[in-house]
């Protein structure tokens, strides 16, 4: 048994006409931090896609990595979303599939140093049936408007990174 | 003048929000109601005072200017007091 992990960077991120965070590289004293800057005041999405390689069975992992730009304080909420795709058996048009009923974490500003990174993870229940080697998008979401969860942190939260995660059992 | 709409707080909310960052002044320690409670405040305190602000300009610029122009003055005067250009 093992877990199988999937790094997923802003660099990779495909987004929709609208409603999307913007993709940042900020120069650091000593290197440079790219993300993806979610917005305070309106909902978000950056989406992600990958082969659900040696996938066994079980939820997914989600671990998303952030900081804040402005804030030191309050909460922020991440929601994630799949739609899996089975080639040679699914038989809907990729280009209309919907995604699965999303998934959330509610993470808190630790505080003392505004840009700190922090880590939280959603656990994905909503599977969209995936099943190995499945072609997979991955919706990722902040919602600013508090719909799943009060989202109370003023300024844009950047995405580092994200880690997706399963069993292949 | 009444207060702005809904609609308009809620642009400037996010518009201030956006615009804030490592450059400018940090938000610390304020959550996101906080701050909307800002602006509201902001707004309503403009259409309060707004006659006394218009009775502060002497004449004749008082009644030779129109009220967008005396709003570009007071922009103008905020700017350069607090420098937040």
């Known amino acids: 048994m093992a877990t199988v992990t999937h790094e997923l960077h802003p660099e990779q991120a495909q987004f929709l006409s609208t409603a999307f965070p913007q993709y940042v590289k900020n120069l650091g004293t000593n290197f440079p931090v790219s993300g993806l800057a979610y917005d305070a005041a309106s909902d978000e999405a950056a989406f992600w896609k990958f082969r659900a390689t040696s996938y066994g069975s079980g939820n997914l992992t989600l671990t998303i990595l952030w900081y804040a730009d402005t804030a030191s304080t309050n909460n922020v909420v991440w929601e994630a979303q799949l739609a899996c795709i089975t080639p040679d058996t699914d038989t809907q ?3 209309t599939d919907g995604l699965a009923t999303l998934n959330f974490v509610q993470d808190t500003h630790l505080g003392t140093t505004g840009q700190r990174v ?19 998008w991955l919706r990722i979401a902040r919602d600013a ?25 | 003048m009444a207060v702005l709409s809904d609609a308009d707080r809620q642009q400037i909310w996010a518009d201030f929000m956006a615009s804030a960052g490592p450059l400018l002044e940090s938000l610390f320690g304020m959550s996101k109601v906080d701050i909307r409670a800002a602006v509201n405040a902001a707004d309503q305190w403009i259409d ?24 570009r003055l007071l922009v103008w005067v905020v700017e350069r007091r607090w420098r937040i250009q």
């Open chain 1, 93 to 95: 048009d990729v280009e």
């Open chain 1, 118 to 136: 922090h880590t939280c993870a959603i656990t994905i229940s909503n599977l969209d049936s995936i099943a190995a080697n499945d072609i997979v």
């Open chain 1, 145 to 169: 408007n508090s719909t799943s969860a009060t989202d109370d942190l003023a300024g844009d939260c950047v995405l580092l990174m994200a880690v997706l995660s399963y069993s292949d059992t």
């Open chain 2, 48 to 71: 309060d005072n707004a006659s006394s602000f218009n009775a502060a300009i002497p004449q004749p610029a008082r009644g030779a200017m129109t009220a967008k122009q005396k709003a």
